[in-house]
């Protein structure tokens, strides 16, 4: 059912489709040399979703990062109570404060 209209070039994979494959299905927008693509599958289009899922990548190993080294002082933090002595430090500032 072509209209006229360039239909995009690359070969999607999904979900039960098995090895084989099927034909992009959106309209071509971006022609490079003498093949069209969709705005999700043109080469400029890939280039900056892979620049913006470096950028959440980083972005996630930063926050997981920072969160890792928080479980590390708290572990630290329960091991130095525990040499001191301090059965549950919890207790202890409750003890302390007024």
Not at 24 to 52: L, M
Not at 64 to 69: L, S, V
Request: glycine letters at 10%; aromatic letters at 6%.
């Amino acid at each position: 059912m072509n209209d006229g209209k360039p239909r995009c070039c690359k070969t999607v994979y999904g979900s039960g489709m098995g090895f084989r494959g099927s034909s992009c299905s959106n309209p071509g927008k971006e022609q490079v040399g003498d093949k069209w693509f969709c705005r999700i599958h043109s080469p400029s289009g890939e280039i900056k979703r892979k620049e913006r899922q470096a950028i959440r990548d980083a972005d996630l190993n930063t926050k997981w990062e920072r969160e890792r080294a928080e479980r590390r002082y708290a572990a630290d933090a329960v091991a130095r109570c525990r040499e001191l002595g301090i059965v549950n430090p919890l207790l202890e500032i409750a003890k302390v404060q007024p």
